[in-house]
């Protein structure tokens, strides 16, 4: 039979293929021990009506989350799922059946408590296994007979039953909400009672900020209660992650769906509570020098919940819940799905006292790991802050008045530096892509609203140690030297990229008044590299990188020079560049030329950087991922000109929508700057097709490309196309003003200090004598079904990775995305 462990762990008994939980036994006591029958070849099922036999998987007092996980394999429970699926199913129901029961008594006693946990658990260890197997997904949304709708009488027939799937929500939502488990008690004296079915869960709330004034006291047991359940809710949610790709955004999760209805008459206090919770955290506490090491945090695990809970519920309308065909379930995908009550009321927040309650957590949060102190290790360090980056681009994207509070005051800049701080600390680490594509979606989405470049403009005090050199100026400069550290010192697939930051600079250009001379040597550099005829010839879109940063130097020229005399006189020193641009050679001979040296330097630019000084005091190197760090693959982004619209900026400061067959129409016909830029946007081979598939299949076509290099070469037609739409003629035009009077003051004055020649500069004007000014031209983020998908993708790769204690999803077969191991 195999011998019993005393070590309060489960035990497979394999000989008769049981498993058995051992308690800890003190002197004189006797085994405790209750079965669960795997099933083998002529094991009986159990019935459903034998509750002395099933009440013995709740009973125990001792298990804990990780010991359920640790002591039930994967291979026993995929064992019983084939081989007894009626004790699986059985399983379930009577798990969901003991949750129900608890929602309506309450839990009284500490017994019915510990029920409620142990089927919690039970439930988001079996979950995954159900979820992986096709022909099980639909079980959940069969119905169970006597488990009556909301509204409708209880019915011996299955016409009025409620979906297994829907009794757990409303159970799961129903306690958290239940007094003295997992929210404190409003009983007016011993006598009194709560009665579930009528209590007013608005009065419950979990935390003040949003909607609500009252912060309860703490309590850790309510806490630990309520991330358990949460943790349930999350993995009900995860169907997602077995189903594959798709690029039809219209399917919703039906758990989501339903749970985010008016069905869940807790749905409003719960929203507030899961974003009251996270926004009010504060993980340094009292500010006790290592406090984290002595005390644990259960409110941080409840946060690390509530923040994940949020946002795979903040999903977008439009289309029908996914649910397996199932008899009970077929004539209901016909009908649409309810509107997502979560989004409903996140779009509805409109008060600026919550908008700052909101910013200003998160803020906070996003900047705890940047925090630096004296005593080493002394100060908790969160470690959620990709959850909330993605729940701070759902907020922006969903309540645009949100948005606007972000950028009418400096606040923004809160948010900005932890961005460029995790985007400059991951560029080195493959496994981290998918952080530095948020990061830069979410400046590309703010870089669209005229007040962020106008605050870029504030100085830059603050020094985070980061590894860039040391400059001292805006917050402007600080976003150019980290870009350029990106595109420098990144590893190579943050090239897809490239379009994004140049893009983001781009737009910013024309309200920076004044770049420091470090992030103008930087640009220029950029400019430099990418205007190589080996780049150049490379790939059919690397000309794109040039018109990007001519078009931002055009637009800072006509619109901000007076405060600009540091990026003047780099292009001065660096007008050679310019000279080779507009005399690029487009002859046959030059072009093989150039690719030759392609061949021997296949770097995608120079490592070098130009005038590269010190990187910050504190700071530590970009490194890449340590051998073995998991990361989940994404699906590709689109192009440049998918995830973005063109407008216009008119006279009074208003933007208009530039139709995109109009674009290349929509400038003066001089050529100037932004005459050239439509090239930019121009097909790019993948730019025509909506993009869905993972990581191993790029580097598949990545690979094949490479070995058909053929099927695209550089020609002297395709040179002229875009060579002749350079948006030069400003550029060209103050150099042809400035660099005599340059020249003729160094040599009259004997000139030989750059602060001299600066301070000319500064004084001078190119008034009357530069080009009509172009029209602003600011591309604005527009959402898009391949982003929905790469956001959908990257939410779950991030929740999959995060949960490892207890590891809810580790091994199973989930299809939404790969596992990698690096």
Known sequence: MGTLCRCGRWTVLRSVCQIKLCSPLLPGEREAVFTLPLGRPGLWPVEATDDAFWDQFWADTTTTVQDV???????????????????????????????????????????????????????????????????????????????????????????????????????????????????????????????????????????????FAQSPPLNYIHDLNRTELLRLLLTCFSEAMYLPLSSDNSVLNPWVTFFCSTENRHALPLFTSLLNVVCAYDPVGYGIPYNHLLFSDYREQLVEQAVQILIVTLEHDGGVPHRPPSPSSIEEQESTGPENLFVNYLSRIHREEDFDFVLKGLARLLTNPLTQTYLPNSTKKIQFHQELLVLFWKLCDFNKKFLFFVLKSSDVLDILVPILFYLNDARADQSRVGLMHIGVFILLLLSGERNFGVRLNKPYSVHVPMDIPVFTGTHADLLIVVFHKIITTGHQRLQPLFDCLLTIVVNVSPYLKSLSMVAANKLLHLLEAFSTGWFLCSAAQNHHLVFFLLEAFNNIIQYQFDGNCNLVYAIIRKRNVFHQLANLPTDPASIQKALQRKRKSPDVISRTSSMETVSMEGSRPAVPAEPGTLKASLVAIPAIDKLTEKSQVSDDGTMVSIPKADSTHAVAPDQSAAAGTSDTESNSGRDNEDVFYTEAEMERRRLSSASSTSSWAPTPDWVLSWKCKLPLQTIMRLLQVLVPQVEKICIDKGLTDESEILKFLQHGTLVGLLPVPHPILIRKYQANAGTAMWFRTYMWGVVYLRNVDPPIWYDTDVRLFEIQRM
């Open 69 to 211: 996980f640790a002591l039930v394999p994967a291979a026993e429970i995929r064992a019983v799922r084939e081989e007894s699926p009626s004790n699986l199913a059985t399983l379930c129901y009577k798990a969901v059946e003991k949750l129900v029961q608890g929602a309506e008594s309450g839990c009284p006693s500490e017994r019915e408590k510990q029920v409620i946990l142990n089927c919690t658990r039970i439930l988001t260890r079996i979950l995954p296994y159900i979820f992986e197997d096709q022909d099980w997904r639909g079980f959940f949304w069969s119905t169970v007979p006597g488990a009556g709708r909301a509204g409708t009488d209880e019915l011996d027939d299955d016409d009025g039953a409620r979906p297994l799937a829907e009794s757990l929500l409303l159970a799961i939502a129903d306690l958290l909400f239940c007094p003295d488990f997992t929210v404190h008690s409003h009983r007016r004296g011993p006598d009194s009672v709560e009665s579930m079915q009528t209590i007013d869960s608005c009065e419950y709330i979990w935390e003040a900020g949003v909607g």
